[in-house]
C-alpha cells in the first residue's frame, strides 16, 4: 500500500499560479500510475492529469496547456503545477495512485487517494 498526502494548495487571483505536491510513503518501490483529480463544491470529481511510469504525462482538455504533472522518483513526491489560473479551477485537488500502471492515460479508477488541498481562484 502506499499513502498520499497534499500540499500546496492555498487561495490566489486569477491568472495566478500554485504548485501542489503529494507525497507518497508506504511502498514506494512498486511503480505506480499517478495522477491528480478534482472536485468543485456541488459537482462532480473530475480527472486532471495523470504520468506514468515512463513519464508520459496526460491532460483534461480543460487543463492542457496551463498545467503540468511531473515526479520526483528520488523525492517518492508528484507535483502539478498550475498556471494561468481560472474561477473555474476552484475545487479540492486529490492525488492518486494506481498499481495497475497499463493505459494509465485512460485510467480513472484509481487504489489509492489523498485527503486533498483546497485550490481557491479568486476574479
Known amino acids: 500500500q502506499v499513502q498520499l498526502v497534499e500540499s500546496g494548495g492555498g487561495s490566489v487571483q486569477a491568472g495566478g499560479s500554485l504548485r501542489l505536491s503529494c507525497a507518497a510513503t508506504?511502498?514506494?518501490?512498486?511503480?505506480?500510475?499517478m495522477g491528480w483529480f478534482r472536485q468543485a463544491t456541488g459537482k462532480q470529481r473530475e480527472w486532471v492529469s495523470s504520468i506514468s511510469t515512463a513519464r508520459y504525462t496526460y491532460y483534461a482538455d480543460s487543463v492542457k496547456g496551463r498545467f503540468i504533472i511531473s515526479k520526483d522518483n528520488a523525492k517518492n513526491t508528484l507535483y502539478l503545477q498550475m498556471n494561468s489560473l481560472k474561477p473555474e479551477d476552484t475545487a479540492m485537488y486529490s492525488c492518486v495512485a494506481d498499481s495497475r500502471t497499463w493505459a494509465c492515460g485512460n485510467r480513472r479508477s484509481f487504489d489509492y487517494w489523498g485527503q486533498g488541498t483546497q485550490v481557491t481562484v479568486s476574479s
Open positions: 508506504g511502498n514506494t518501490y512498486s511503480p505506480y500510475c
